[in-house]
């Protein structure tokens, strides 16, 4: 059969892939043509777009790139309209992927599945009229939105697990790299434990925390801690350098980046500073306690605003999972230096919430389930095409 997927953006095209090496598990003749990424194309197929010459975050950029995604748009509609797949599998990227479900139901060229349901939980929750009327089947990813969907939607979804748990153990048994080797390879320090800080994936969100996460950090180095930077892979090593300009020759002591290596230096962490997002998540499956800041401009308004507009109780996925707060959430005008630094005291080894959160992180991991997400997925998807021909 003919597979049509397309993926926005880096997490996506990892997704992605997984999904396709499980459909060709499935079906010997699977075909694909795709928006994606490397990982896709290692799989096998027709890339169509590098998701890179569509991924624009922010009403700025997504104007000023306005041109080349409707360019964008246009031959993805018309390849799927040529190409007339057997189905086309959607991966996150609601802004995109919404526009290309309502085009292929509306000129019923195939079904439209969805995996990794657009987080309209947390905000925009109107779009649970497309989705009902543009996606044949959604398949979830976080246990929460069964009842969010269903319950409270009456639409009918798939829970198939979380495609992490599978990242991350896959990592797990095939990397043994030891503290001192990873220290060694990345010029760190021996004698010190890590402190690893996740500022996030782009670089308004960098500007934003960084200088935060290693000032709150600092004062608690003495002899013990180094902190270690994890480099996001689509910002340039420089932007870092320039960001770290700000501190002075002290706040540098101790301090050290590390780019493509995020999984390794969780493995190797005590303790972590995270930016929401998927990272709570695999800081948690590595079973590092964390503090979860996000310092937005204009604070005291966005916290205002957050009540209004969000409607969730949380923003990191690992509370949210465990519908209550297992890691410290400091967001908008609560991410102060002295509130990270406590927060981060507290969650240390020695601290009185270490405990706490690694048992939070076990009711966490038993909420998820175990492997075979993507399977799951290319097992449903397999079965309806089978059944409707």
Known sequence: M???????????????????????????????????????????????????????????????????????LRRCKKEIKDWRPDCVILIDYPGFNMKMAKYVHKQNICPVYYYIAPKIWAWKEYRIKSIRR?????????????????????????????????????????YKTTFADFSEQHGLEKNRKIIALLAGSRASEIERNLIKMIRAAHPLLQKTYQLVIACAPAVNPAFYEKVLTRLTADERAHLHLVRNETYLLLSHATAALVTSGTATLETALFNVPQVVCYHTAAGKLVSFMRQLVLKVKYISLVNLICDQEVVNELVADEMTVSNV???????????????????????????????GAPLRVAEEIYERLRLEQ
């Open 2 to 72: 003919k597979y049509f997927l397309i993926a926005g953006e880096a997490s996506g095209d990892l997704h992605a892939a997984d999904v396709m090496r499980a459909l060709q598990r499935k079906d010997l003749d699977a075909e694909f043509r795709f928006i994606g990424g490397d990982l896709m194309c290692a799989v096998g197929g027709q890339l169509l777009y590098h998701y890179r010459s569509l991924a624009y975050m922010g009403i700025i950029a997504v104007a000023l790139h306005l041109p080349a995604i409707l360019k964008g």
């Open 134 to 174: 543009y996606v044949d089947r959604l398949f979830s990813i976080l246990p929460f939105e069964v009842e969010f969907f269903e319950q409270k939607h009456h639409y009918p979804i798939s829970y198939v697990g979380n495609p992490s748990v599978e990242e991350v153990a896959r990592f797990k048994s095939s």
């Open 341 to 371: 630094r406590q927060a981060l005291a507290d969650i240390l080894p020695e601290g009185c919430k270490h405990e706490a959160v690694l048992s939070g992180y076990e009711t966490m991991r038993q909420r998820l389930g175990g492997l």
